[in-house]
C-alpha cells in the first residue's frame, strides 16, 4: 500500500477549518470522547498527527512530559506558540515515527486515519512506539454510520457500507473504515479492545441550525456510550491497550 502523505503545510488548519467552519460541536465531542478514554494520568504521552495541538489541554494536565508529531511545520509552529515548551513538537511521518520502541506510555490519533492511506502500517508504527500495556486512542471515520447507510439504500451513495475495506471519498485521499477492519488491524498488532464510543452522533448541519450546539453537546454526553456499543456513528473512537509479547 502507498504512504502518501495529505500536506497541511499551506492550510490554516485551526481558522479556516475549525474557527470559519462553525464546528464547536465537533471539537467538544472529541474532546469529550478523548477526556474519556485517555489515561488519567502517566509519564510519556503522544500525540500523533496532532496538528495544533487541539486536544492538547486534555493531556496535559495527564501526562507529565508530551510529544505532538506532525508532518506540517506550520501546525507545530501554531502548537508551540498556543502551549509553550510543555508541549515538544516533532516534525515527522507517522509512518516512520523517529522514537524508541516502547518509549511512550500512551498516545492519540484523532481525525488523521481518513488521511492515511496505509492504516495498517501507521497503527503498526505507533504500536512499536507503545511500552508492553500503554494505551492509545484511536479515532476513525466511520464508513458504515447510519447515514452512509440510508443513502446507500436510496441509492445516494456508491460507498457500501458494509463492505470491509476502506472506502475512498471524493475526489481527495479521505478514507473511511469499517469499525471491523480497524477492530482486524488492533488484533494483528496485539492491541486489546478496552472501550468503544460512538462520537459525533449528531453531526448534521441541519440539526445544528435547528437545536444550536449547546443541545446537540447535552445529547452527545448521553449518546457516546451507547453508540460505542452499535458502531453506527459517523466517528469511532477506540481505547486500546498493547499486550506483552
Ligand atoms: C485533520 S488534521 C487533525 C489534527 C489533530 N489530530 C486534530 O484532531 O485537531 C490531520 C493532521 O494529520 C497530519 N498528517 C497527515 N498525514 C500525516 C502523516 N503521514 N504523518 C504525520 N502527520 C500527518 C496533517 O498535517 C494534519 O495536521
Redesign the pocket.
Known amino acids: 500500500m502507498s ?7 499551506d492550510f490554516d ?1 485551526k481558522k479556516i ?2 474557527e470559519k467552519g462553525d464546528r464547536q460541536y465537533e471539537d467538544f465531542c ?1 474532546h469529550l470522547a478523548a477526556r474519556r478514554l485517555l489515561p488519567k494520568q502517566g509519564q510519556k504521552f503522544l ?9 492538547a489541554d486534555v493531556y496535559l494536565p495527564r501526562f507529565a512530559d508530551c510529544t505532538l ?4 511545520p506550520n ?1 507545530l509552529e501554531l502548537a508551540r506558540k498556543m502551549r509553550g515548551a510543555k508541549l515538544k513538537t516533532v516534525q ?4 516512520e515515527l523517529p522514537f524508541a520502541d516502547g518509549e511512550f506510555d500512551a498516545a ?5 486515519a ?3 492511506t496505509d492504516l495498517p502500517a ?1 497503527i503498526a508504527e505507533i504500536t512499536r512506539v507503545l511500552k508492553p500495556g500503554g494505551r492509545a486512542v484511536i ?1 476513525i471515520a466511520n464508513k458504515r454510520n447510519i447515514l452512509e447507510i440510508l443513502r446507500w439504500c436510496l441509492g445516494r451513495s456508491k460507498m457500501r457500507p458494509f463492505a470491509l475495506a476502506p472506502a475512498k471519498r471524493g475526489a481527495k485521499d479521505f478514507y473511511n473504515f469499517h469499525p471491523r477492519y480497524a477492530e482486524k488491524i488492533f488484533k494483528q498488532n496485539n492491541l486489546r479492545l478496552k472501550k468503544t464510543l460512538g462520537v459525533s452522533n449528531f453531526r448534521l448541519p441541519l440539526l445544528k441550525k435547528i437545536c444550536g450546539a449547546p443541545l446537540l453537546c447535552f445529547k452527545e454526553r448521553l449518546a457516546q456510550g451507547f453508540s460505542g456499543w452499535l458502531k453506527l456513528s459517523p466517528s469511532v473512537y477506540y481505547l486500546v491497550e498493547k499486550q506483552n509479547a
Do not use: N, P
Not at 500525540?47 to 486536544?55: E, H, P
Not at 508529531?69 to 506540517?72: I, N, P, R
Not at 492519540?108 to 488523521?112: D, E, F, G, K, S
Open positions: 504512504k502518501k502523505i495529505t500536506d497541511y503545510s488548519y477549518f475549525w472529541d500525540d500523533v498527527c496532532g496538528g495544533f495541538g487541539r486536544l508529531l506532525d508532518y506540517a501546525l515527522g511521518s507517522v509512518y492519540l490519533l484523532v481525525r488523521a481518513h488521511h492515511l501507521a479515532e
